[in-house]
């Protein structure tokens, strides 16, 4: 007897980048629960832990495996060192392994045609690895609305509804979202300053800045965000939209992979 019956592709692998955090005495390799879930409940795929090991060797065999990769937000930030910026405060929170991790792995990503979505830290990552600079402090350049969150309100108000963004005509996020504008929560205090020659502006702020991007020679989706679009994704149209888009993207790139495997 002929099987006729169609086989079922297990959930595209989505590698998820990880800060280095000292918790305790020791170093452990973390990624937060909300983009995890984010992961599996919002693009229907199976996260993988990417460590921030920095090995490239790694790197290059991990990206041969995995059909998408999710940059996360973090609570530290890229060293301007990557990027020929001025000298951080001494007390900004750096993540070096993250750094030597992410940053030749989104170049390594978008050769190779597997999709990636950056979120925050991530868009910032996205940025500099593709030759771009950073605000390190929005706030003091007196050219912007305050985008850091207020530490006095609970998380939900932090993570609210903040300000709206203005969607590029005719852009990937127009076309996912359905929309000319949306309105994003915000908790940043970098952003982008020139940005990156391989990157068209998604989603402008009022002020000015750029609050997502898309690369412009990707072979696959390749978008990144200012904004976390993973706090609570099941309660925001846009935020399902751009999760099931991505999720879209890596079920394609695991099809391509499986027919040329």
Known sequence: MTNTGTHHLPNPMVGVVCDLEIIGPHPFHIAGH???????????????????????????????????????????????????????????????????????????AIAAGVPILGICRGFQEMNVALGGTLHQKLHETGQYIEHREDKNLTLAQQYDLAHSVRLNSGGQLQTIFDSDTI??????????????????????????????????????????????????????????????????ACQHRQQVKNNHG
């Open 34 to 108: 909300k983009y995890i879930n984010a992961v599996v409940d919002g693009s229907k795929c199976t996260p993988v832990l990417i460590p921030a090991l920095g090995n490239l060797e790694q790197l290059n065999q991990l990206v041969t495996t995995l059909d998408g990769v999710l940059l996360t937000g973090g609570y530290s930030m890229v060293n301007p060192e990557h990027y020929d910026g001025a000298k951080p405060d001494p007390d900004t929170k750096l993540d070096a392994d993250r750094d030597s991790t992410t940053l030749p792995l989104i170049n390594m």
């Open 183 to 248: 309105e994003v929560n915000s908790l940043h205090t970098q952003g982008v300053d020139q940005l990156a020659p391989t990157l068209l502006p998604e989603a402008v702020a009022e002020d000015g800045l750029i609050e997502a991007f898309s690369v412009t020679d990707a072979q696959a989706f390749a978008i990144a965000v200012q904004w976390h679009p993973e706090w609570q994704f099941h309660n925001n149209v846009y935020s399902r939209k751009l999760f099931s888009a991505f999720g879209q």
